[in-house]
């Protein structure tokens, strides 16, 4: 699609041309309307095939953002990954990336391109599901948006859902782990989070005192 735009510009490009235009400095009062509607058309659609292709751009070492967050969440639900989830795609993300695609049997170069992102779990989006690690302050991505999700349905966070580990999180952690007699430590380790997967999740803000 975009071999075809490129080409279609270059022929509306030398009409210019044989009409004694030049693209670096066209004069627009003798540009025909039809030649320009032909330009305006053709700039939107290359327009149109860059976003489509930056939208679709595999993730690799050294980007970072949401969808980074994304993927190595994804990683660890799939256990090919248990190193911190920062958002950033360091040499950790890139050798979970190529376990994977090792374990699958298709190209091993820790680019997550569309195959291999294939065969990771849908991450849910939705932030509804449990804490499936260890966590403490300082962690962060989809598994502290679980976890902070679940104490506010609960009663023991009034905190904003942030995906990170603050002191906020840690404090409602600790009055939940108080409430049902463990260890309050503020660290979500297998016992709180075996106690968290088996509470009914009501609402109760008097938790909060």
Partial sequence: ????????????????????????????????????????????????????????????????????????????TAGYYNGPVTGYFGSLTEAAVKRLQQAKKISVDGVAGSVTLSYLPNSGGGGTGYPSRTLSRGSSGQDVVNLQNKLRSSGFYNGPVTGYYGSLTEAAVKRFQQYYGLKSDGIVGSRTLGVIQSVAIVPSPSRLS
Avoid: C, P
């Fill in 1 to 76: 699609m975009e071999t075809l735009a490129y080409t279609h510009l270059a022929a509306a490009y030398e009409e210019a041309a044989n009409s004694e235009l030049h693209l670096a400095g066209i004069n627009w009062k003798k540009l025909s309307s039809r030649t320009f509607i032909r330009f305006l058309s053709l700039a939107m659609a290359l327009s149109v095939v860059s976003m489509a292709g930056n939208a679709f751009a595999a993730l690799r070492r050294g980007n970072s953002g949401a969808q980074v967050t994304n993927l190595q969440t994804r990683l660890i």
